[in-house]
């Protein structure tokens, strides 16, 4: 009896709790709130609903486009203290959903302040690719003059390098070339200085082979080479080239490509029908110039060998970015052109898009050339595959991928990995749940003693399903992809048939005692399986009861008290019955 006291304790303390927690803020702002009718209400309903609203609210319901007739989609003005009046008022039965109408922005550019300089990046939309990457964990090799640590490069990761010119550890810069070229692959962004940077969330191998002049040997690029290959670049960027092919320089691509590394190169700036070296090398990516109109830059190299083709600049718009002045050694911003522009943008958007998960050279290779913007009657080459489109690359090589990367997406985006979100409206939506699991093993431990309920496998499964189904599943969204099936994975039983709908109202025939009934009528002779009939009727109930509590809506039910009376009096059919049932031999 005291058992049976506590229980109904329990249940009324339950109540009062969830019908009066109003939780915190909820994540996004919201001015007004969408009321979602259902198809079935009629015309007479719906105008009876709008008149209500205004006397009871001094509110005015509005449909929200001409757009919106077919679907019922209407809106008004209201916070989240009104939003949850709505929710608990009658107007719950004749609607599908009423959520708020969240505020949403244009993307946010990062906050350097010479951001709206920069062309360039605008040219190959990397916005839209920094929306899924930034390059987190990959390594680009700069093969150039060095790389210095000027003051929009201190929020870059650096590895360890080496000046091939000097064979000493320290890298630095002393012709400003290779710095500049760092800065468009990685400059540091988001940092209230400066400019910004392709894949700022990379990482910098600076390998100095370019003397102060310019200028450096094959050799030393070979080993530059063969250096990143062995101590873990990704990408190899290579803003140099000249005449003359070279089998050692050849045997050192061929070294890194089989290793797994990315080698990219300038085509060259002689306005000449082919690539140079090494860009002309089979193994390498070569990038011929665009200037600021998305056209072949003048001076671009053109024709056999290159690959694709990307911003370089030319008189009319230059890259900017921050390098050194070779004179002085200090740190300035410069505007320069040339394919040794181009090429570190290329290596920039690779390592994006070996961020998502795309290994291979040869892969990467195909997601930028399929992704780039086609340029029709090319006669000469003078784009290769096309322009470079950084927020393209990235999708395609996104496609059709469920990654570690898109759960934790779903966590972030759901509030889950907030922790906000454990005292906050979020949590809202998962307390039903796990109160129903908990409400059904309660059932079963405070009756255990009256009726003898056995905590086999298929009783477990038959609690989980009848109360909350795999409830962790419910809001994964997976583009591409209906979403109905996961509805239906993180669903109890009342809510299968709401579920395929997208209604938030639950089917009576469902909601009730018939699917625990007919499945202890056909199980009940099985001396495992009816265990499982069994717990599902204890699940349902557990379910009814809460939904009984805080989202009473029935379909076809006149008011939501009817629905609360309905969904109760089942709740205590499901529990006598699977009672009955215990005692069946």
């Not at 760092?182 to 969330?201: E, K, L, M, R």
């Not at 530059?224 to 050192?252: P, T, Y």
């Not at 109905?484 to 025939?509: D, H």
Request: charged residues 15%; glycine residues 10%; proline residues 4%.
């Amino acid at each position: 009896m005291k058992k049976l006291l506590f229980l109904i304790l329990f249940v009324v303390g339950l109540w009062v709790a969830l019908t009066n927690f109003k939780g915190l803020a909820t994540q996004g702002t919201y001015e007004s709130i969408i009321v979602n009718f259902r198809e079935d209400v009629s015309t007479t309903t719906l105008s009876e609903q709008i008149e209500a609203i205004a006397t009871n609210y001094n509110k005015t319901l509005s449909l929200n486009s001409i757009y919106a007739i077919d679907e019922h989609i209407y809106t008004l003005a209201g916070d989240k203290q009104l939003l949850n009046s709505l929710k608990h008022s009658p107007l719950k039965q004749y609607v599908d959903y009423i959520e708020p109408n969240y505020i949403y922005n244009t993307l946010e550019a990062p906050n350097d302040p010479d951001y709206s300089q920069q062309w360039n990046l605008h040219n190959i939309h990397v916005e839209r690719a920094w929306e899924e990457t930034k390059g987190e964990g990959i390594i680009v090799a700069v093969i150039d003059s060095g790389v210095t640590r000027v003051p929009d490069l201190r929020q870059t990761e650096f590895v360890p390098g080496y000046d091939f010119v000097n064979d000493r550890n320290d890298a630095r810069d002393d012709n400003g070339h290779g710095t500049h070229v760092a800065g468009t692959i990685a400059q540091s962004t988001n940092n209230n200085y400066g400019v910004a940077g392709v894949a700022y969330h990379a990482k910098i191998m600076p390998l100095k082979v370019l003397s102060a002049q310019g200028g450096g040997s094959v050799s030393d690029i070979a080993d530059a080479i063969r250096f990143a290959a062995d101590n873990g670049a990704d990408i190899i960027n290579m803003s140099l080239g000249g005449g003359g092919e070279s089998q050692v320089m050849k045997d050192a691509i061929d070294y890194a490509y089989d290793k797994g590394v990315v080698i990219i190169a300038a085509a060259g700036n002689s306005n000449q029908n082919s690539a140079s070296y090494p860009a002309r090398y089979p193994k390498v990516i070569s990038v011929s110039a665009l200037d600021a109109t998305g056209k072949k830059a003048d001076y671009s190299n053109y024709g056999a060998g290159v690959d694709i083709s990307a911003p370089g600049g030319s008189k009319s718009g230059k890259i900017l970015q921050e390098t050194i002045d070779p004179s002085t050694g200090e740190a300035v911003f410069s505007e320069l052109q040339g394919t040794s522009m181009a090429a570190p943008h290329v290596a920039g958007v690779a390592a994006l898009v070996k961020a998502t998960g795309v290994k291979e050279p040869n892969e990467i290779l195909a997601v930028l050339t399929q992704s780039s913007r086609k340029v029709e009657d090319d006669t000469f080459n003078y784009y290769g595959s096309g322009q470079l489109d950084a927020g393209e690359a990235v999708k395609l090589a996104l496609k059709g991928k469920i990654t570690v990367r898109d759960f934790f997406r779903w966590l972030r985006d759901s509030g889950y990995l907030n922790p906000r979100f454990w005292v906050d409206g979020g949590m809202v939506a998962l307390l039903p749940k796990l109160l129903m699991v908990l409400g059904s093993y309660l059932l079963a431990f405070l009756l255990r003693n009256y009726f003898p309920f056995s905590f086999t496998s298929p009783f477990n499964w038959g609690l989980v399903l009848g109360s909350s189904g795999l409830f962790f599943l419910q809001g994964i969204y997976i583009f591409d992809l209906p979403q109905w099936p996961f509805r239906v994975m993180g669903s109890s039983i009342p809510e299968l048939a709401n579920s395929i709908e997208g209604t938030a109202s639950l089917n009576p025939f469902l909601a009730s005692v018939l699917v625990p009934f007919i499945l202890i009528a056909i199980l009940l002779g099985h001396r495992s399986w009816k265990w499982f009939a069994i717990g599902t009727s204890l699940g349902v109930a557990a379910c009814l009861t809460v939904h009984g509590m805080i989202s009473p809506a029935v379909w076809a039910m006149p008011s939501l008290a009817v629905s609360r009376a309905f969904l109760g009096v089942n709740a205590f059919l499901c529990v006598g019955l699977a009672c009955l049932a215990s005692k069946k031999s």
